[in-house]
């Protein structure tokens, strides 16, 4: 029996976790809740490489949530990401994360704290701030 063409079952998850089926897969694909936020945040950043607006939508908290997520990205190529740290205390969290990524050949590197609210059972990004932005 062979497996569909564009099935991500077997591949690498994005955000370097693992294999997707059992990492950001589980969430993005399968929609089990993330049990932290760090997870949530992991799966975020895979849905952004796979460009998936639904579940960035879902999983973006209601009073800050945008219109639409993902707009035209000129070609962004996602590469890695790292968590630099997090906290999670009260049902507020905080994610810092340096995610690398390729715009027309040059490399480029997105450095954001990101916070998250614990709300109705599970956890939603609620914003982030750009530590680079405040130097």
């Known amino acids: 029996m062979s ?3 564009n099935s991500r079952e077997a591949d690498a998850c ?5 294999v997707f089926s059992a990492c950001c897969g589980q969430f993005i694909e399968h929609g089990l ?31 800050t949530r945008p219109e639409r997520v993902l707009q ?16 999670e205390q009260d049902g507020e969290a905080t994610v810092e994360f340096v995610a690398r990524y390729k715009l027309q ?5 997105l450095h954001e704290i990101s916070r998250f ?19």
């Open 117 to 135: 609210v614990w709300d109705e059972g599970r956890w939603y990004y609620l914003d982030g701030s750009f530590p680079e932005e405040a130097r």
């Open 33 to 63: 809740v993330p049990k932290t936020a760090l997870e949530l945040m992991r799966s975020r950043y895979s849905a952004y490489v796979l460009r998936n607006e639904r579940y960035l939508q879902t999983s973006w908290y209601r009073t």
């Open 72 to 87: 035209d990205d000129g070609g962004i190529k996602w590469l890695t990401l790292e968590i630099v740290g997090h906290s």
């Open 14 to 18: 994005p955000c370097g976790g693992g």
């Open 3 to 5: 497996k569909k063409k």
């Open 105 to 109: 050949g040059r490399a480029q590197k």
